[in-house]
């Protein structure tokens, strides 16, 4: 990558600090795939991204110091740094040795695509544990994987995942859904492998794709509707969790979608649709909190509601063991912390640019009706429905109004893939139905990194200038 095309996305010990701190342990950007449904296949001019070769052993270990949280997760994609496949890495097990070294406790959380995956390498894996693996499977079948990745051993990943079946390491499995191109039938066989061979959840991602991409590759717009009917019929003949990605939730009920075989949650008799109503005592505000309070407690006690009954479970497990659990992310209830305090300030001075997490210094106090009134609430599409619920159920009189991504375009609606351009259009449209009503305007943060700016290196200060309203950054919604 030249030096101008990094413009704006920070130089590369910056961005590797940013995601280590995040607890994310960048290695390479080096893939031995060229899957169809590959993010960054049809991405629109200008985005700002870092490719890393492989990282030298000693660079990796000087960073150490940097890594933070109780996991070290390798090989997501939740950066600007484009990730590759881990075990492309010429010293991947020598990086892991260290990571086990360096801390006994933490998990290893590494997600691949499982063609470099051998019998010798999985049961030094096993000498690491805790390591809990992600394998991107998309197709149990040879040749469908092969299409749809490009794979030329497709054979070696489904003998990759009996092999961890069998010296206990567990794993998820992740498959992008295109049964448009590949059928319902491979869809559900894959499903089926993943679940016969012990995969502890499944995610499905329903793929995305850009204006840029090609119309054979796209999918139909009712694929969501199909797939969510699709599996919510397969639940009733594999035990494995589905959870379908992005989470279509609507609401902020804390309904448990799964549970994991031979878990905490499983030994008690807790079963996929139940309601979590406390936990210990205390009423979660939503899936994610509920998840939350449950990971940090030590032998919690939940009261759940199943149909019309009401029943109280204690779960036999340590303060941050998994529960067992599985549950869609909707809302973290921190966002609505920041919606009110926001509501609680006036409308006078300017924001604290240095940091955009904070509300802005200038703001006095200032009547709730009237700044709820004169103020603009920006989400994205997929975000929106959950916002909307949480916001209901905590009475704040505000409406989340969904961005268009234009400059992505396609189906993509995502908050983190979402621009400056794209909100300064959704702010100049709302205005003129409003008559120029709004004089601030609240973001969702995820597209803006510490700086303050979005993927194509324009800052959200931008915003404001270009709309005259005040801007305001909040956290992920």
Not at 113 to 140: C, F, H, M, Q, Y
């Amino acid at each position: 990558m030249s030096a101008s095309s990094q413009r704006g996305i920070g130089s590369p010990t910056a961005l590797l600090f940013s995601a280590q701190r995040r607890g994310v342990l960048p290695l390479t950007s080096v893939c031995n795939m060229n899957c169809l449904f590959c993010s960054h296949r049809f991405n629109p001019p200008g985005v700002k991204v870092l490719r890393l070769p492989p990282r030298p052993l000693a660079e990796v270990e000087e960073s150490l110091a940097w890594l933070s949280g109780s996991k070290v997760v390798i090989g997501e994609s939740v950066t600007r740094i484009i990730e590759g496949e881990p075990f492309t890495h010429p010293q991947i097990m020598e990086i892991l040795t260290l990571l086990r070294r360096r801390f006994p406790e933490k998990l290893l959380a590494i997600t691949s695509n499982g063609s470099l995956l051998d019998e010798r390498r999985v049961k030094e894996l096993a000498k690491l544990a805790p390591v809990e693996l992600t394998i991107s499977l998309n197709s149990a079948n040879p040749r469908g994987r092969a299409f749809l990745m490009r794979d030329r051993q497709p054979e070696a990943v489904m003998a990759a995942l009996r092999e961890l079946a069998g010296v206990g390491l567990p794993f998820h499995g992740s498959i992008v859904a295109m049964p448009h191109l590949v059928g319902w039938e491979d869809l559900q066989a894959t499903i089926g492998f993943l679940d016969r061979v012990g995969a502890r959840t499944v995610r499905v991602f329903l793929p995305g794709f850009t204006r840029l991409t090609p119309p054979e590759l796209r999918f139909p717009r009712d694929l969501p509707d199909q797939l969510q009917a699709f599996l919510a019929e397969l639940r009733q003949k594999v035990t494995v969790p589905l959870l379908l990605e992005p989470p279509p939730v609507r609401d902020v009920e804390a309904v448990v979608e799964g549970v994991i075989s031979s878990s905490p949650a499983d030994g008690e008799g807790v079963r996929p649709g139940d309601v979590i109503l406390a936990v210990d005592g205390m009423a979660p505000f939503s899936r994610v909190q509920a998840f939350q309070l449950v990971l940090a407690a030590a032998r919690p006690r939940l009261l759940l509601r199943r149909g019309e009954a009401l029943l109280e479970v204690t779960l036999d497990k340590e303060a941050g063991e998994s529960s067992g659990l599985a549950m869609l992310y909707d809302l973290d209830p921190g966002i609505m912390g920041e919606i009110e305090r926001a509501l609680a300030t006036g409308q006078d001075g300017r924001a604290k640019p240095a940091s955009r997490r904070q509300p802005s210094r200038g703001y006095g106090p200032g009547k709730g009706g009237r700044c709820a009134e004169e103020t603009l609430l920006l989400a994205s599409s997929l975000g929106a429905p959950a916002l909307r619920a949480g916001l209901a159920k905590k009475g704040i009189p505000l409406t989340p109004y969904p961005v268009e991504n234009g400059f992505f375009g396609g189906s993509i609606g995502a908050a983190g893939l979402l621009v400056v351009q794209d909100f300064i259009a959704a702010i100049q449209k709302v205005q003129e139905k409003a008559h120029g009503r709004y004089r601030r305007a609240l973001l969702p943060g995820r597209p803006f990194d510490e700086k303050g700016h979005d993927l194509v290196g324009r800052s959200y200060l931008e915003i404001e200038e270009v709309t005259g309203i005040r801007v305001e950054v909040l956290g992920e919604c």
